[in-house]
């Protein structure tokens, strides 16, 4: 179960994006989804991740209210919604997939739970 994410790219300061991950096909119905940014000069941090189980979800707090988690219909592509970016968004987006059926309380990112990594797509905010 490989996630390959798509979307990156650079905007300016209140721009939007959305980004794309995908496994193979897989259908994404009851996996643990988690979206992961990596900073220039910092560490792997959880920004949202959602329990596709059981639709809990959980949003760092620098981006709770502006960037979205969805699936489309098919239920194979889970995005992340970003609005109102800004610089400090600017990092690399990693798409990680865990486990399955699970319910987890509380829910949040820790990364542990996380086994399948993407590569990760650039987004880059310009002000």
């Known amino acids: 179960l490989q996630p390959v994410e798509s979307g990156g790219a650079m905007v300016q300061s209140g721009g939007s994006l959305r980004l794309s991950c995908t496994a193979s096909?897989?259908?994404?119905?009851?996996?643990?989804i988690g979206w992961f940014r990596q900073a220039p000069g910092k560490g792997r941090e959880g920004i949202a991740c959602k329990n596709l189980n059981d639709g809990s979800v959980f949003y760092e707090d620098s981006v709770d209210g502006r960037f979205r988690i969805s699936r489309d219909v098919s239920k194979t592509t889970v995005y992340l919604h970003m609005n109102d970016l800004t610089p400090d968004d600017t990092g690399v987006y990693i798409c990680?997939?865990?486990?399955?059926?699970?319910?987890?309380?509380?829910?949040?990112?820790?990364?542990?739970?996380?086994?399948?990594w993407g590569q990760g797509t650039q987004v880059t905010v310009s002000s």
């Open positions: 096909g897989v259908t994404l119905d009851d996996y643990e």
């Open positions: 990680a997939i865990g486990g399955r059926g699970n319910v987890i309380l509380p829910w949040n990112c820790e990364r542990g739970r996380f086994h399948s």
